[in-house]
């Protein structure tokens, strides 16, 4: 089992930055992907980024450039610095952990508010 506790969400103005954080414990393996996603009212869940243990990264077109996902792989934590923040941000972020298994554990979420 991985456990996995985010933290960093809350309310900023358009253009602001937040920073997401995301610590994983319990069985970790040493090849793993972290990523973040989120599910806004009404639609579906969707990926942002995720960053393997070798520090590959992927971002979804409408972060590029605007958001960086990095990891600090002694301490089995995750972050994303979201900079230039936009209303259509908006959303709760769930961190996503995958295994050497392809095993996924999901967190509890964190909600993420720009105001415009």
């Known amino acids: 089992q991985v456990q996995l506790v985010e933290s960093g969400g809350g309310l900023v103005q358009a253009g602001g930055s937040l920073r997401l954080s995301c610590a994983a414990s319990?069985?970790?393996?040493?090849?793993?992907?972290m990523g973040w996603y989120r599910q806004a009212p009404g639609k579906q869940r969707e990926l942002v980024a995720e960053?393997?243990?070798?520090?590959?990264?992927n971002y979804a077109d409408s972060v590029k450039g605007r958001f960086t996902i990095s990891r600090d792989n002694a301490k089995n934590t995750v972050y994303l610095q979201m900079n230039s923040l936009k209303p259509e941000d908006t959303a709760v972020y769930y961190c996503?952990?995958?295994?050497?298994?392809?095993?996924?554990?999901w967190g509890q979420g964190t909600q993420v508010t720009v105001s415009s």
């Open positions: 996503k952990y995958v295994n050497s298994f392809q095993w996924q554990y």
């Open positions: 319990g069985s970790i393996s040493r090849t793993n992907t």
């Open positions: 960053i393997t243990s070798g520090a590959s990264t």
